[in-house]
C-alpha cells in the first residue's frame, strides 16, 4: 500500500453506508417478497415499508454521494428483492435497481462495496425449513450470491459476505428461533451453518469474480476489565473469547477456539460438525476483515451460582441497552464510568478502537476497513431548515483520530465506513435515532416529504475527504 506522508494512506477509501431493509423501502413492492427481519422488527415505530424512500430516490441520494466525495459506498443487497422464492426465479427489477445504483456511482468513480447478507434472510426460506437453522440455507444462499457475482462481478469489485454474524443470534427480531429446541444450542448451530454459507460465499466467489475482495464485517464490542482483580481480567478475556474471537477464529484461521469450544461442550450446546466442514471454512481465506464499531463494554467476573433473578442473559435489542449480558461462571457487563455515553447509553470511546485494531492486528496480521462507525442522536431541524449534528461531528473526529494513530501503530486500514450515510431505520430505534450525514424528512410515524437535507456533518466530512484527513487536526 502506498503510504502518503498524512495520516491516513494515499488511496484510503473515504465511505459512507447504508443496508437495503433499513433505508429501501418498497418492501412488498416491485417484486419483492419480505424479509425476516422486516416481518419482525418492532413494527410500532419501525416500518420498513417506506424507509427513507431510497428505492425511490436513490438517483438523488447518489448525486449526493458525488457532492459528498464519497470515494466508496457501502449498502447492502437485499436477498428477497433479487429472489422473491429465496431461489429460483431472478426479479428482473431487483437487478435492474442495484444495476442503476451501481452504474451510476461507477460514473462518479464511487467505489461500490456490496454487503451479501445484513440480516434479510427471505421470511419464505425461514418458513419452509426454519431458516438458518437448516443446512438446506447454506445452497440456497450459495445460489444467491451466484446469482449477484453473475450480474454484478464485472463492476463490483469489493464484497461483504455477511454483516455481524456476531450480534445476529443476540437481538431476536434479527432471527427466528424454535421455542422446542434449548435457544444457545440453536444459536450456535446457526452461527456454525452461517460459517459455513459464509465460507461457500468466498469460493463462489474466487471462482467467478477472482479479481474481487472478499471479507465478511463483525460488529465487535471489545470487552474491558472491571478492575485489575485477576478473576475480572480473566472474565473480560472470556468474553472476548465467546463475543469476538469466536468468530474471528473462525473466519480467519478456520478454527473453532479451544476456549470457546470448551464452553459449548460443557453446557452441552456445541454445534453439529459434519465432515468436510473444517476444511470447507478454513480453505475460505478472507482478504479482510470488516469491522463494526461503536463501543466498547466493561465486565466483571461473576460466580456459577449468582443469582439467577439479577442476570441478564443478551441485548434485549430493545432501547434500553442499560440492560447488560451476564452468564454465570464466565462475565457480566456494566456501565463503564469513564466513558461518556449517547443518548441511548451506548458507551462512547474512540481509544477502544485502537486499543481494538491494535489486537485485531496482533492477533490475525489481516487488512481491516471499518465497515460501521456513527452515533445515533436525536437530530432536530432548525428553523432555518438546517440540522446542527455536533455531537456527531465530534465523535466522528475523535474515532478517525484514533483511526490514524492505530494506522501509526502498524495496523493496515483501508477505508473508513460512516454509519450511515442517510438516516435510516435504526435497527433498535425507528427514525428516533439518525445517524445519518443526510437527513430525512420523516419521523416514525409521518413519512413527510422523504426531503433529504444535508447536515452540518456532512460538510464536516466532506472536507476531511477533500484534505485525505489532515483536516482532522484543527477543530470542527
Ligand atoms: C449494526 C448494524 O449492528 O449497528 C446496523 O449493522 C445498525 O444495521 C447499527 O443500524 C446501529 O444499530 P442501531 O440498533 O442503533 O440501528
Not at 420 to 437: A, E, N, V
Request: aromatic residues 12%.
Amino acid at each position: 500500500m502506498n503510504y502518503s506522508t498524512g495520516p491516513f494512506p494515499n488511496d484510503f477509501l473515504w465511505a459512507a453506508g447504508t443496508s437495503a431493509y433499513q433505508c429501501e423501502g418498497a418492501h412488498l413492492t416491485h417484486g419483492k417478497t419480505i424479509s425476516v427481519v422486516e416481518k419482525n422488527i418492532n413494527s410500532e415505530y419501525a416500518d420498513p415499508s417506506v424507509a427513507s424512500g431510497h428505492y425511490q430516490y436513490w438517483d438523488i441520494d447518489v448525486e449526493l454521494m458525488k457532492e459528498l466525495g464519497l470515494k466508496a459506498y457501502r449498502f447492502s443487497i437485499s436477498w428477497p428483492r433479487i429472489l422473491p422464492n429465496g431461489r429460483g426465479e431472478i426479479n428482473p427489477e431487483g437487478i435492474q435497481f442495484y444495476k442503476n445504483i451501481i452504474k451510476k456511482l461507477k460514473k462518479y468513480e464511487i467505489e461500490p462495496i456490496v454487503t451479501i447478507y445484513h440480516f434479510d434472510l427471505p421470511q419464505c426460506l425461514q418458513e419452509e425449513y426454519g431458516g438458518w437453522s437448516s443446512r438446506k440455507v447454506i445452497s440456497d444462499f450459495e445460489n444467491y450470491c451466484q446469482v449477484l457475482f453473475d450480474h454484478f462481478g464485472d463492476d463490483v469489485k469489493y464484497w461483504i459476505t455477511i454483516n455481524e454474524q456476531s450480534n445476529m443470534f443476540q437481538i431476536p427480531y434479527l432471527m427466528e428461533f424454535d421455542a422446542n429446541i434449548p435457544l444457545e444450542k440453536q444459536k450456535f448451530e446457526m452461527n456454525h451453518i452461517m460459517t459455513l454459507a459464509h465460507a461457500k460465499a468466498i469460493h463462489r466467489c474466487r471462482e467467478t469474480v477472482p479479481d474481487a475482495k472478499i471479507g465478511p464485517a463483525l460488529g465487535i464490542i471489545p470487552n474491558y476489565p472491571a478492575s485489575p482483580k485477576p478473576e475480572d481480567i480473566l472474565a473480560a478475556k472470556k468474553a472476548d473469547d465467546l463475543r469476538t474471537f469466536l468468530f474471528t477464529d473462525l473466519y480467519l484461521k478456520g478454527e473453532y477456539k479451544t476456549t470457546v469450544w470448551n464452553f459449548l461442550v460443557e453446557n452441552g450446546i456445541e454445534p453439529n460438525i459434519y465432515e468436510g466442514d473444517m476444511a470447507c471454512i478454513k480453505s475460505a481465506k478472507p482478504d479482510f476483515l470488516g469491522v463494526n464499531y461503536y463501543q466498547t463494554r466493561v465486565v466483571k467476573f461473576i460466580p456459577k451460582d449468582a443469582d439467577e433473578k439479577d442476570l441478564k442473559l443478551n441485548f434485549d435489542g430493545e432501547d434500553d441497552d442499560t440492560q447488560y449480558e451476564a452468564i454465570p461462571g464466565l462475565f457480566e457487563g456494566q456501565k463503564n464510568p469513564y466513558t461518556d455515553k449517547t443518548d441511548w447509553d451506548w458507551e462512547i470511546d474512540p481509544v477502544g478502537l485502537r486499543y481494538l485494531l491494535n489486537e485485531i492486528n496482533d492477533r490475525y496480521d489481516i487488512p481491516i476497513i471499518i465497515t460501521e462507525n456513527g452515533i445515533g442522536t436525536v437530530d432536530e431541524l432548525t428553523e432555518n431548515g438546517e440540522i446542527h449534528d455536533d455531537e456527531k461531528i465530534t465523535f466522528l473526529r475523535d474515532h478517525l483520530n484514533q483511526l490514524s494513530l492505530a494506522i501509526n501503530d502498524g495496523v493496515e486500514v483501508w477505508g473508513f465506513v460512516v454509519w450511515s450515510f442517510i438516516d435510516l431505520l435504526s435497527t433498535s430505534s425507528g427514525f428516533r435515532k439518525r445517524y445519518g450525514l443526510v437527513y430525512i424528512d420523516r419521523t416514525d410515524f409521518d413519512t413527510r416529504s422523504l426531503k433529504r437535507i444535508k447536515k452540518k456533518s456532512f460538510n464536516w466530512y466532506q472536507n476531511v475527504i477533500l484534505t485525505d484527513g489532515k483536516s482532522l487536526q484543527n477543530t470542527n
